[in-house]
Structures are given as structure tokens and as C-alpha cells.
């Protein structure tokens, strides 16, 4: 079974663009979740997406936003993009809803200039 | 919310000897505790997990024990090899509606001296 595949690997913007993320889960999984990662701060929940629905977000500003399509698959996009979102923003699939175990991609790389 | 500290956020041992890492948990109610490892530009990766109906588990040589009356768990790492440097996460569940997601702790950057 593949992965979790996330897209693309490696980003640059500016401040002020926007950038859109894409995360294929795990053949069969209806879960989707949003990490981002930095330097000394850990993993940092950005929200999680199961049948097409948000259902729970994290503390980050609406500039932070994301969706899910019917095959399961997700986007997070970014708006006005700031210095501090530079960051390994990651995707985690599960089965379904209720279960725990997250499987992880490797990550897009962002850096905002 | 859920909040999950980890100490040490870096650690460093020689090849051979055992490695301890252990983070505290808010939530009594939280009940999966799992422990990821990052390897340097590689993603995190479930190593062991433990339900809070038993006090430890074992995988070769890792093992997670689990004290709920403290609300802290840790990760034994023994005969440490090189390989087993990298990043370590805990993580607890926090319930949010009809929704459970997992908080991470801050993470320990686990070097193995040769």
C-alpha cells in the first residue's frame, strides 16, 4: 500500500502570496490531518478533515485554511503569506475518525522569503 | 485542552547505554499514548504505543511505561545504536466534539555517540 504522498516536496514564496498544499492519505483512509512543524516547537495541529468535512481546527489564523474531495485527498492553502509560516508543514492520515494512529507524510518545506 | 511537556528537548548518550525520555500529560482522561520518531528530513514514525490499561510495553529494545496517577509516561531506549538518533515525540489525545486528535510534546533530539 502507498503512503501518504504530500506535494510538492519543496516550496519558496514571498510574503504577501499564497500557497496550496496537496496531501493523498493512504489508500482507504477518510482521515486527514494538519501538522506544522519548526525549529523547537513541535508538531502544531492545524486542522483535520474526515468525509469532506472539517471537524476540528487549531489555533491558527484564518489565513490557514484547507479542504478535502471525495477520493479523500486534501489541500491546506495559505493566504498573504508571512515570514513565520515558514515551516515542514506535514499530513497524517488515519483509517477513520475515531482511531489514533496517525501515518505521516514526508512533509512540504516551506519557506517564505 | 490537552497539554503535553517533554524533557530532556536534548539528549545525548554513548553508544551502548539506555536512554530515557518522559513527558506529562494534563488530561486524566486521555487514554493512547504514542511515541513517534523523526529521523533527520524523514517523517515521524510510530515506534510504540500504549493504552492506558497497562502500566508497560515492550518492542525489543523500546519500551513505554505509563504511571496514570502521575499522568506521565516514557520511553526507554536500551543498548543504544547510531541509528537510533533522531527526534522524539510523545503525544496524548485531546477530545474536541466528536473529534479526537493527538497533542504533541516538544520533542527530544536523541544523539548516540559513538
Known amino acids: 500500500k502507498a503512503g501518504v504522498t504530500q506535494t510538492p516536496r519543496y516550496l519558496i514564496k514571498t510574503r504577501g502570496q499564497q500557497v496550496t498544499l496537496s496531501c493523498s492519505p493512504i489508500?482507504?483512509?477518510?482521515?486527514v490531518s494538519w501538522y506544522q512543524q519548526t525549529p523547537g516547537q513541535g508538531l502544531q495541529f492545524l486542522f483535520e478533515?474526515?468525509?469532506?468535512?472539517?471537524?476540528n481546527k487549531g489555533n491558527f489564523p484564518g489565513r490557514f485554511s484547507g479542504r478535502q474531495f471525495s477520493n479523500s485527498r486534501s489541500e491546506m492553502n495559505v493566504s498573504t503569506l508571512e515570514l513565520g509560516d515558514s515551516a515542514l508543514y506535514l499530513c497524517?492520515?488515519?483509517?477513520?475518525?475515531?482511531?489514533?494512529?496517525?501515518?505521516f507524510g514526508s512533509g512540504t518545506q516551506l519557506s517564505v522569503l | 485542552g490537552e497539554n503535553v511537556e517533554q524533557h530532556p528537548s536534548t539528549l545525548s548518550v554513548q553508544e551502548g547505554d539506555s536512554a530515557v525520555i518522559k513527558c506529562t500529560y494534563s488530561d486524566s482522561a486521555s487514554n493512547y499514548f504514542p511515541w513517534y520518531k523523526q529521523e533527520l528530513g524523514k517523517r515521524p514514525q510510530l515506534i510504540i504505543d500504549?493504552?492506558?490499561?497497562?502500566g508497560e510495553k515492550k518492542d525489543q529494545r523500546i519500551a513505554v511505561t505509563l504511571n496514570k496517577t502521575a499522568k506521565h509516561f516514557s520511553l526507554h531506549i536500551t543498548e543504544t545504536q547510531p541509528e537510533d538518533s533522531a527526534v522524539y515525540f510523545c503525544?496524548?489525545?485531546?477530545?474536541?466534539?466528536?473529534?479526537?486528535?493527538?497533542?504533541f510534546g516538544s520533542g527530544t533530539q536523541l544523539t548516540v555517540l559513538p
Open positions: 497524517a492520515s488515519r483509517p477513520t475518525g475515531r482511531g489514533e494512529k496517525l501515518f
Open positions: 500504549i493504552r492506558s490499561n497497562v
Open positions: 503525544a496524548a489525545p485531546e477530545r474536541s466534539g466528536s473529534a479526537r486528535q493527538l497533542t
Open positions: 489508500s482507504g483512509h477518510r482521515s
Open positions: 478533515y474526515f468525509s469532506e468535512t472539517q471537524r
